[in-house]
T-cell receptor, first 110, second 113 residues
Framework: KQEVTQIPAALSVPEGENLVLNCSFT??????LQWFRQDPGKGLTSLLL?????REQTSGRLNASLDKSSGRSTLYIAASQPGDSATYLCAANTGNQFYFGTGTSLTVIP | DVKVTQSSRYLVKRTGEKVFLECVQDMDHENMFWYRQDPGLGLRLIYFSYDVKMKEKGDIPEGYSVSREKKERFSLILESASTNQTSMYLCASSRTGGGGELFFGEGSRLTVL
């Protein structure tokens, strides 16, 4: 069964810093890897979707990369802002199933 | 703007009550999912459906049932609510086959007293 791990579980950084969140998965037979943001008490908002044939995707200050062979994805956040404070989750899609990490809780300090 | 809508954001029920959580998507997606999310346990799949009237058990189906009579609507039913079902419930949808993007609703916070 696919297992997805996110390290670290929590991260606190000063405003303006660039940061990297990590996601690893055990089975490289995925269709895509998706990054989500979750604010407290809310649902998950999709940030970036990387198909298995792609290496990276960018949206504004966010850049996500995918290395299927090593079972790793990273989410890069440039010039972090207090509004980026949230929990970030990744999910590996193996067809009609999605496997989630437990998330990284990010706090950006003004 | 694509949307997954969960009918109730907050519910408070008593032990033994029957609870219905409704989810509607407007993207004509074949797949729909119900997850629960608890601190320290992450998201756990309760049930999913890949077509009308079809359902598959997820990792934690005990104490739950589902109904999918129309493509856009997927309901989660707690036949007799218990305190250990107090949780955040999240509905999601995606198109069928691999490669589809997963979209979530806003979540339903259920408290069972």
């Amino acid at each position: 069964k696919q297992e997805v791990t996110q390290i670290p579980a929590a991260l606190s950084v000063p405003e303006g810093e660039n940061l990297v969140l990590n996601c690893s998965f055990t089975d490289s037979a995925i269709y895509n890897l998706q990054w989500f943001r979750q604010d407290p008490g809310k649902g998950l908002t999709s940030l970036l979707l990387i198909q298995s044939s792609q290496r990276e995707q960018t949206s504004g200050r966010l850049n996500a990369s995918l290395d299927k062979s090593s079972g790793r994805s990273t989410l890069y956040i440039a010039a972090s802002q207090p509004g980026d404070s949230a929990t970030y989750l990744c999910a590996a899609n193996t067809g009609n199933q999605f496997y989630f990490g437990t998330g990284t809780s990010l706090t950006v300090i003004p | 703007d694509v949307k997954v809508t969960q009918s109730s954001r907050y519910l408070v029920k008593r032990t033994g009550e029957k609870v219905f959580l409704e989810c509607v998507q407007d993207m004509d997606h074949e797949n729909m999912f119900w997850y629960r999310q608890d601190p320290g346990l992450g998201l756990r799949l309760i049930y999913f459906s890949y077509d009308v009237k079809m359902k598959e058990k997820g990792d934690i189906p005990e104490g739950y049932s589902v109904s999918r009579e129309k493509k856009e609507r997927f309901s989660l039913i707690l036949e007799s609510a218990s305190t250990n079902q107090t949780s955040m419930y999240l509905c999601a949808s995606s198109r069928t086959g691999g490669g589809g993007e997963l979209f979530f609703g806003e979540g339903s916070r259920l408290t069972v007293l």
